[in-house]
Every structure is written in structure tokens, then in C-alpha cells.
């Protein structure tokens, strides 16, 4: 490959001169670093092998070996996909042969001294193929693997340990697939409802996100894989997602999307975080000293690098000096920033030698904390992985996470004595939707349906062949047909004779674009209204939150959201009852867009590629969701937090006290209904002067078996009981007395008590 090809010759021209300036320097630093204590079996010329040493002391070692231009190697990636479209600078990219085919990236590693090469891998539900044209179909390609279902379903099951189950098995197919760097992690709150990329992150709230998201990557990162968190940050739509400018003060920030990402970061340690394409406060995310320098590596202390969007690099020396450590995807950018001209740019000091050691040891550190070193990726050796097992943790968080948001006169679960049951739509006979664009996880042996979209990226529209028909067959006396939906009359007259109707509505959303409006797409609205009756169940599966003009008409509603390799199976098993409901919403559905902040998307799609249209996230500020609906006293259609089971709870005997630096709340949760169910118990507090009447404080999702009661314990983390001030990088407690509410939706509050918190100021990690 053209670009390739010179940038290695570039390379070995230059590693000479390099290596006389790094002997310089080492004579003239005076302090050697202290001694390790070395093990007898680590190779005496690669002392950083010292499984013993940290993280840092290793990268250390090794740093010294390294010539500049090495360490400015692996900074520098390429897609690893070939691509015909690129327009600039080179037409026709060819990816290097090393890389894995239709991959997301790749980063040369350095053979002389054991770094590996750095494979990437898309995303956050599974190992992803980017688009793999007809022609280059092979039986590997692209790769069948087992897909969770979409982030904010997994966001629904409100349950860290399936969050970490499910990021364990991607991340463990991620290495058998010979990859050890994953682009998951994705978890930009949800500012606009549209957002086509809505299904791959956590909701809305920080905490909620921040907690799921930050699992996930633990679970991926098990495997000595590591995680992105991504995308670094307020990169919450689509439309105009390279130009706009999203404004937002420091203080909001840190209160919301940077508060998400905070949390995330303590709670998974991710080795990588991805900035994104927007620009935030006039900079472009890549290149905002504010988000990279100050808020990630200096305040948060992030040891690990900073990864360019695909695309998102925009220059050499302000993104090096800003904190960008790694410019992505090669050729997606107009230039090579980091590549020839990052070498000028430190030759000639705009770029300090000491930035370069940084940008490197960044990477590097990251490497041995996550185990790349020590735990090598073997190859493909995607033969030997456990699909049915990977299928069942998929499947468990599909079930954890899918919400029974209406059910009158317990139609659901589906009545034994049914002699019919009709379904209508969305493909239920053969499979589960899936969310389009760089994430898509490709289901083994194809998609059931063949692609509708049929317009290349963000396609093709992906169906996993988990039936939720036959999953209902399996398990009923009762008749099942079906029928597609498309002749609306005949579907409403077969849904007159049935004893039951479950009819699908079905959103497919993708990167690169956002809905234009909350509606179900092509007429579906007005099949299920056709089909509508007190016996009728609707099953949704959409990329977030969607408006239902049919409501008061049907029995029972259910968000399935994209359920994921056996999303067919989960469905027909919370329908049938064998396994009880206990997803909640983590994100508001409101009634109808002009209840958002934003009723019109910013940003117009037909503006020159070097315009960059203001968005403003200061209209709602730290507000999201839940608290801009509490704030403005609105009623959305289904509220933050809400989910039925098909047993009812009690939660009472709430108390609250001071704790520490924080707040604990106890309280018990009673099953008070006939079957073994999980409730997920909700606190939420409230101050003066927050952006918002309430915030989510904490949660726990408690499994009580029939007449039996639980007592739960939490702790609400002082930051959420704080605000924050940006002058002086604090987060400060008001004396006073603060409500403290028992909650199982952000609208159902069960009891509420009254607790004194004395005055504190936390540093800017909450400590
Ligand atoms: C997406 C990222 C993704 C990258 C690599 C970009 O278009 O925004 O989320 O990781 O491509 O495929």
C-alpha cells in the first residue's frame, strides 16, 4: 500500500538522526530510574517483561529503548479495511496486510522489542465487520458472531454484574478473534431522543450510564483487551456529526455527560478513550486542551491514551499538544497528522520531546495494565469459540433489560387457554432486529431478512435469525400464524378472530444519521392501530425512545429494544412468563418532541463541510431526561426508571443518614405478588439549587422470591448530592437538609425522608 509502504521508508530513514538525539538526552537526565526488582524469568534484555512491576514502571523500561520515531509509530493508525470511497488525500486505501480484514484499525507494534501490533475491533455489542462488499464475501467473511443486545438495553437491566458478564464474553470473543483493543464503551448521555446512536449507549442519567458503561469494560478488559470509552464527548446526535459545535458550561459538564464518563472511568479503568467528531466549545473534541489535558488526564488522572475518532484527527501539532495521543483510522482523515509530520513537528520543538514520551507511554502503559503484553492475541482462533454459552449471556441480558411498560388486566404473561395467537410484523417469523453502522456484529450464517436499507454504511439493516415466533410456538398449545402486516385490512380482520395478537413495531436506527421524528417508520403506527384491542401485545424494538399514538387501545407493551443474537428466544420467554420482566427505562419516553429541548434537530445537513453550526447544550445544561421533564413539570409518556414485572412490590421502611464523605439509605423491598420476580429499587435526592428537583442517587435490582422481603443497603456518592465549582475544581455540599426518595420510576415515589448533611468541599474526584 502506497501510504504505507512510504511511511515505513520515512520511518527507517529517520530512526539514525532519532537515535543520536534520544543518546543526547539520556546523558544529560541525570536520575536513572530506580531499580526493579527483576524476576529470574524475565529475559535480562527485556527487563519489562517483570510481571511484578507496575504498569508504569514497565512502560518506563521500555520507553528507554526506544527510538523517537518508534514511539511516534504508535501513535499512528489505519483503518484496516479497504475503501474505494476515500476522497482525500489518497483514493483507493489499501489496509495494511498485517491488519484483520474489514476491521476498524490497525497499529503496527514493534517486533524488536515484543510490542505487539494494537488490533482493533468495533464495538460495544460484539466483534463488528465494517461493510463487507458482495465481491469480498467469503465463508469468513464477514465474521458471524454472537451480538449482546444494544447498549441501552443492557443500560434497562439496571444490573452491573450482566453488564460485566456480557462485556467478559465480547471482549473474550474480541481475542479469539485475534483482536486486543475494542472500540466499546460507547455512553453519551441522551440529550436528543432522535439520535440514530442512541442503541448503542447507557441512557440518560450519569450514574446509570456511568455505572453500566463502566462494566462493561471491566468485563471486556478481563480478557486483556482494552476498552475505549467513547465518544469523548457531548457527541449526542448524528446529523452534522463531524461540524457541530456543541456549547456547554464546564459547571453542567462536569455535572452530567463528564460526570457519566468520570464514573465510568473509576468504576472500569478503560486503557483508552475515543474523543469524538463534534467540537465542544468552539475546539474540536480531538483537540480540547479543556476535555483531553485538564478534565481527563489532569483532574480525572487518566493514565491511559486518547484515541481519534475515525476521521476525527484535524491537525498535528494543536491535537498532539491538546492530549490527542493516537490519530485513528488512517485514511479517513484529510492528512496524516500524526505520521510524518508529527516527527517534523517535535524535530522542530512546536511538539515538546517530552509529549512524544508521554503520547507513547500512554499507549504503552495501557498495553501492560491491560495485559497485552503478558497475554498475547494468538491469531484468529475463532474455531474454538463456545457460541451456544456466549448465546446465553447474550440472551440473559436481553432478558434483564426488556421493560413491561403496560399490562392491563394481565394480559401478559400470554394466557395457557389461548386456542390463537396471531403475530403480525417486523419479521417476527424469523428474527430480531439489530442497530446499523460500525458496531454491526454480523449474526453466523446470515440475516433471516434480506437488507432493506440496501444503500451501503450504516447497512446493511441486520436481522439475528432468533425467532420470537417459533420461541412462542415452542411454548404454547395455542395456534400461531403470522403475517407480515404489509395489507393492513387483512391484518386488522385476522386480529378480530384471535384470541390474542402480538403485533411487532420495529425502529431501525444507525450511526450516521438521526430519526426525523419518534414515530414507528413506514406506516407501523397505523398497523398496530388497526390491530389494536384490549387482547392485543405490542413488542417494540427501537433504538431508544418512541412515541405510541395507540396506547390506550392495546393490552400490554413491551421495549425489547435490540435484543441481541437470542433476542427471539428472550422475547418469547418474558411473553410466555418463563421469565419475569424486570427491565426499567433508562431514559425517558416523552409524550412528544416538543416536550425535548431541542424540538427541531440543530444543525443543517446541507451545510459545507467546514462550517461548524453552534449547538446548544446549554438549554438544558446538566437538566437530561428525567430531571428537564421534572424541571419543567412535563409528563413524558412512560417516566425514567419505569418497568412492570408480573409481580408487584412493596418498598418501604426507608431511612437515611449521613455516611462518610456520601449518604446511605436503607430499605426493604417485599414481593408482594405470586411469582419470584426482581424489583429495581430507585433513590433519589434532592437539593437546593441542583439543576433539577432530583437526581438519581443510587440503585440496587433485588431478586424476592413470593411473600418474601429484603433489606437493601446503598450509598449515594457525595457527587451526586454536590455541585460543582469550576473556579476552583471542587465539588461543594450545602448544609442543609436534603430529601431522600424511595423510587421505582422517577414519577413513583414510594417514601420519601428528610436528612441533614453538614457543609463539605470535595476535590474535583469527589474525594
Ligand atoms: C465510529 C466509532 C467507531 C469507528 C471505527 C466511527 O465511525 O464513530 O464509534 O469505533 O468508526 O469503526
Avoid at 447507557?202 to 458503561?213: A, K, M, R, V
Avoid at 418497568?643 to 439509605?665: E, H, N, P, R, V
Wanted: with cysteine.
Amino acid at each position: 500500500p502506497a501510504a504505507f509502504g512510504q511511511r515505513l521508508l520515512a520511518t527507517t530513514a529517520l530512526i539514525g538522526a532519532f537515535a543520536l538525539t534520544t543518546a543526547a538526552h539520556a546523558q544529560t537526565t541525570n536520575a536513572p530510574p530506580p531499580a526493579p526488582t527483576v524476576r529470574t524469568d524475565v529475559p535480562a534484555d527485556r527487563p519489562w517483561m517483570d510481571t511484578n512491576l507496575s504498569a508504569e514502571a514497565r512502560a518506563d523500561l521500555i520507553l528507554k529503548e526506544m527510538t523517537l520515531a518508534e514511539k511516534l509509530d504508535l501513535t499512528f493508525g489505519y483503518f484496516s479495511t479497504d475503501q474505494q470511497w476515500q476522497q482525500t488525500p489518497i483514493k483507493n486505501y489499501v489496509y495494511p496486510k498485517e491488519g484483520r480484514p474489514f476491521s476498524a484499525g490497525f497499529v503496527p507494534g514493534i517486533p524488536r522489542l515484543g510490542i505487539p501490533n494494537q488490533w482493533q475491533t468495533d464495538a460495544g455489542v460484539g466483534v463488528a465487520t465494517q461493510t463487507v462488499p458482495e465481491a469480498a464475501r467469503t465463508a469468513d467473511l464477514p465474521r458471524g458472531r454472537t451480538a449482546l443486545p444494544s447498549g441501552i438495553n443492557t443500560a434497562a437491566t439496571w444490573n452491573p454484574e450482566v453488564a460485566e458478564a456480557g462485556g467478559a464474553m465480547i471482549g473474550n470473543e474480541a481475542f479469539l478473534s485475534g483482536f486486543n483493543v475494542q472500540l466499546a464503551g460507547g455512553m453519551n448521555l441522551l440529550r436528543e431522543a432522535r439520535n440514530g446512536r442512541n442503541f448503542e449507549y447507557g441512557g440518560e442519567d450519569p450514574l446509570l450510564s456511568g455505572i453500566i458503561t463502566g462494566h462493561e469494560i471491566k468485563g471486556i478488559q478481563s480478557n486483556h483487551v482494552i476498552s475505549t470509552m467513547k465518544h469523548y464527548a457531548f457527541n449526542g446526535q448524528e446529523t452534522n456529526r463531524n461540524q457541530m459545535d456543541h456549547h456547554i458550561e464546564d459547571k453542567a459538564a462536569r455535572e452530567s455527560d463528564l460526570l457519566a464518563f468520570q464514573i465510568a472511568y473509576e468504576t472500569g479503568n478503560p486503557g483508552s478513550v475515543m474523543c469524538s467528531y463534534n467540537r465542544v466549545n468552539g475546539f474540536y473534541a480531538c483537540e480540547s486542551d479543556w476535555l483531553l489535558n485538564q478534565v481527563l488526564k489532569t483532574d480525572w488522572g487518566f493514565k491511559g491514551y486518547v484515541m481519534s475518532d475515525w476521521g476525527a484527527t484535524h491537525s498535528t501539532t494543536q491535537a498532539a499538544n491538546q492530549g490527542l495521543d493516537q490519530q485513528s483510522g488512517w485514511a479517513f482523515d484529510r492528512s496524516p497528522y500524526f505520521a510524518g509530520a508529527l516527527r517534523e513537528a517535535v524535530n522542530n520543538g512546536y511538539v515538546s520531546e517530552a509529549r512524544a514520551n508521554d503520547m507513547a507511554k500512554r499507549i504503552l502503559w495501557a498495553m501492560f495494565e491491560v495485559g497485552l503484553f503478558d497475554h498475547p492475541v494468538n491469531g484468529d482462533q475463532a474455531t474454538t469459540i463456545d457460541y451456544v454459552k456466549n448465546g446465553k449471556i447474550s440472551q440473559t441480558d436481553a432478558e434483564e433489560g426488556m421493560v413491561l411498560l403496560k399490562n392491563t388486566a394481565g394480559l401478559l404473561p400470554l394466557s395457557k387457554t389461548a386456542k390463537s395467537i396471531l403475530i403480525v410484523g417486523a419479521h417476527a417469523d424469523v428474527g430480531v432486529l439489530s442497530g446499523g453502522g460500525s458496531s454491526q456484529v454480523y449474526p453466523k450464517g446470515g440475516s433471516p431478512v434480506p437488507d432493506e436499507f440496501g444503500k451501503g454504511f450504516p447497512g446493511p439493516k441486520t436481522w439475528y435469525p432468533s425467532s420470537p415466533m417459533k420461541g412462542i410456538q415452542a411454548r404454547t398449545q395455542a395456534t400461531v400464524t403470522y403475517l407480515d402486516g404489509k395489507d393492513i385490512k387483512a391484518a386488522a380482520a385476522a386480529a378480530k378472530k384471535a384470541d390474542v395478537v402480538v403485533v411487532f413495531g420495529e425502529q431501525w436506527t444507525g450511526e450516521g444519521f438521526d430519526m426525523p421524528d419518534l414515530n414507528l417508520p413506514n406506516n407501523q403506527d397505523a398497523l398496530i392501530s388497526a390491530v389494536a384491542s384490549k387482547k392485543t401485545v405490542v413488542v417494540l424494538q427501537t433504538g431508544g425512545p418512541v412515541v405510541m399514538p395507540w396506547l390506550s387501545k392495546v393490552g400490554a407493551v413491551v421495549e425489547a429494544w435490540y435484543p441481541g443474537s437470542n433476542g427471539g428466544e428472550a422475547i418469547a420467554r418474558v411473553l410466555t412468563g418463563e421469565v419475569n420482566p424486570s427491565g426499567h427505562l433508562p431514559a425517558t419516553f416523552p409524550a412528544s418532541l416538543d416536550q425535548t429541548p431541542r424540538p427541531v434537530i440543530e444543525g443543517d445537513p446541507k451545510l459545507d463541510a467546514d462550517s461548524h453550526p453552534m449547538g446548544n447544550y446549554n438549554i438544558e445544561g446538566a437538566a437530561i431526561g428525567y430531571k428537564w421533564f421534572d424541571k419543567k413539570g412535563l409528563k413524558p409518556l412512560f417516566p425514567f426508571g419505569h418497568g412492570l414485572s408480573y409481580t408487584t412490590f412493596a418498598l418501604s421502611d426507608l431511612t437515611a443518614a449521613a455516611d462518610g464523605k456520601g449518604l446511605k439509605a436503607s430499605f426493604a423491598v417485599k414481593n408482594t405478588g405470586a411469582v419470584s420476580g426482581k424489583e429495581v429499587a430507585q433513590v433519589y435526592v434532592a437539593g437546593n439549587g441542583w439543576e433539577a428537583p432530583k437526581r438519581l442517587g443510587a440503585f440496587k435490582k433485588v431478586e424476592v422470591a413470593p411473600g418474601e422481603s429484603q433489606s437493601v443497603s446503598v450509598t449515594v456518592d457525595p457527587r451526586l448530592l454536590a455541585t460543582y465549582d469550576s473556579a476552583s475544581k471542587t465539588w461543594n455540599i450545602a448544609a442543609g437538609d436534603y430529601k431522600v426518595m424511595l423510587a421505582t420510576s422517577a414519577a413513583d415515589i414510594a417514601q420519601t425522608v428528610t436528612v441533614h448533611l453538614d457543609a463539605q468541599t470535595l476535590d474535583v474526584k469527589g474525594k
